[in-house]
């Protein structure tokens, strides 16, 4: 068993990721309102956490890396430490890059997800900044394997994936997107190249929604001209007889 888990994304209307390179809102049209969106909608899901790749969490994350001399050799375990009722900030980083300072983000408790070949130097920060951690394997990728531990362990439900498009196409890969959660802001990037939904860096060929299908369960138009769609994701009907 694992998480049910939402990709819940906003993108410009050519599935591009950045809002700082949007075109303007058009006249007589709120660009707060169109920016508040995206937590609003977030929040009719009662998820329990969000899980980002190691680019977006360090923009989010204040610590600075530390010199932990000494760090005593420690068996790649699980750590749990008590979230005492908060909702997860879970951060796929599998090399330990990430240097937190503290046991939150915005108030919501940090897990990072490692590979079993980080530092103990690393895991003794970690520890001494309060965070949970969980190990994907013996080199971060076991994505499955992660999720699992996380409805297990901590007994989580419901997650979103609010990642960029490298850790979307990871997860679509691996199967563990159950839907699709999609506001499209009535704007434009333009810029060949600009990150999207999902952008998978995998082998030659190979395509992370194979076997996959999409059904529209939801749509609403919103405040200033954003719609929003919601995709269930399901098997993919298997060749006609």
Request: hydrophobic share 40%; glycine share 12%.
């Amino acid at each position: 068993m694992r998480p049910y888990i939402i990709c819940h994304m906003i993108t410009s209307i050519d599935g591009r990721l950045h809002p700082s390179r949007f075109t303007e809102a058009a006249a007589g049209v709120s660009a707060d309102a169109l920016s508040s969106h995206y937590e609003e909608v977030a929040g009719r899901f009662e998820a329990e956490g969000w899980i980002v790749g190691r680019k977006t969490m360090s923009e989010l994350a204040t610590g600075a890396k530390r010199v932990i001399t000494n760090a005593p050799s420690v068996a790649r375990e699980p750590h749990v430490v008590d979230r005492n009722g908060r909702n997860l900030a879970i951060a796929i980083d599998p090399s330990g890059r990430i240097h937190y300072g503290q046991d939150h983000i915005g108030g919501d408790h940090i897990i990072a997800v490692l590979s079993e070949q980080v530092s103990d130097a690393y895991l003794a920060e970690l520890r001494e900044d309060g965070v949970s951690y969980i190990f994907a394997g013996p080199t971060g990728d076991d994505l499955p394997g992660a999720m699992a531990q996380l409805a297990s362990i901590f007994g989580i439900r419901r997650l979103l994936l609010e990642g960029g498009g490298t850790i979307n196409g990871a997860f679509l890969r691996h199967r563990l997107i159950d839907e699709f959660s999609t506001l499209i802001q009535p704007a434009v990037d333009g810029v060949a190249g600009s990150p999207s939904i999902v952008d998978y860096n995998g082998v030659d060929g190979a395509h992370p929604g194979a076997g996959q299908a999409l059904r529209l369960i939801g749509f609403e138009a919103l405040k200033g001209g954003t719609v929003w769609l919601r995709h269930a994701v399901e098997e993919a009907p298997g060749p006609r007889p």
